[in-house]
T-cell receptor, first 111, second 113 residues
Framework: AQSVTQPDIHITVSEGASLELRCNYS??????LFWYVQSPGQGLQLLLK??????LVQGIKGFEAEFKRSQSSFNLRKPSVHWSDAAEYFC?????????FGPGTRLSVLP | NAGVTQTPKFQVLKTGQSMTLQCAQD?????MSWYRQDPGMGLRLIHY???????DQGEVPNGYNVSRSTTEDFPLRLLSAAPSQTSVYFC????????????FGPGTRLTVT
């Protein structure tokens, strides 16, 4: 069955530092891949998505993600983190019949 | 557009009580779904609908019922609440299907005592 793993439960970075959140998936073909962000007490907001084509995807709020088929990964990056980026981040996969979320990575930002 | 709306925001139930979580969307999306969010487990699909009158089970359907009489509304019913159903519930809609981008409501935090 398809699955999504996010190896880091909690990451802390300093404001202005770069960020990379890891996402790995298990699926027999190329899936549709997504990153969502959830601020405390809020719903989920779509940051970016990958369906096909260019493996480097740009999203909102200065985020980008790179799809690497050989590594079954879809890592999220941001060159300079802002305090407002503190939130929980979810990687998700769509396989044609289902939508599967990873367990999430909580990001804390130090001033 | 209001997007996806959910009511109530918070609810406390006693074991054995029933209730309905409301979800509505004004984007004319055919696809709607319900998820529950538990710590360390991400979101798990409870039920989904591909259009009015059509529903199907997701990963964790036991203890929940749904119906879809209109495109806009997709209520989730808890038949006999159990403490294991304490969770945050999110409704989502999609213009293209369950595998595509989902647009989420603000959530309902449910506690069953």
């Amino acid at each position: 069955a398809q699955s999504v793993t996010q190896p880091d439960i909690h990451i802390t970075v300093s404001e202005g530092a770069s960020l990379e959140l890891r996402c790995n998936y298990s699926y027999g073909a190329t899936p549709y891949l997504f990153w969502y962000v959830q601020s405390p007490g809020q719903g989920l907001q779509l940051l970016l998505k990958y369906f096909s084509g260019d493996t480097l995807v740009q999203g909102i709020k200065g985020f980008e993600a790179e799809f690497k088929r050989s590594q079954s990964s879809f890592n999220l990056r941001k060159p300079s983190v802002h305090w407002s980026d503190a939130a929980e981040y979810f990687c998700a996969l769509g396989d044609g019949q289902n939508f599967v979320f990873g367990p999430g990575t909580r990001l804390s930002v130090l001033p | 557009n209001a997007g996806v709306t959910q009511t109530p925001k918070f609810q406390v139930l006693k074991t054995g009580q029933s209730m309905t979580l409301q979800c509505a969307q004004d984007m004319n999306h055919e696809y709607m779904s319900w998820y529950r969010q538990d710590p360390g487990m991400g979101l798990r699909l409870i039920h989904y609908s591909v259009g009015a009158g059509i529903t199907d089970q997701g990963e964790v359907p036991n203890g929940y019922n749904v119906s879809r009489s209109t495109t806009e509304d997709f209520p989730l019913r808890l038949l006999s609440a159990a403490p294991s159903q304490t969770s945050v519930y999110f409704c989502a809609s999609s213009p293209r299907g369950l595998s595509y981008e989902q647009y989420f409501g603000p959530g309902t935090r449910l506690t069953v005592t």
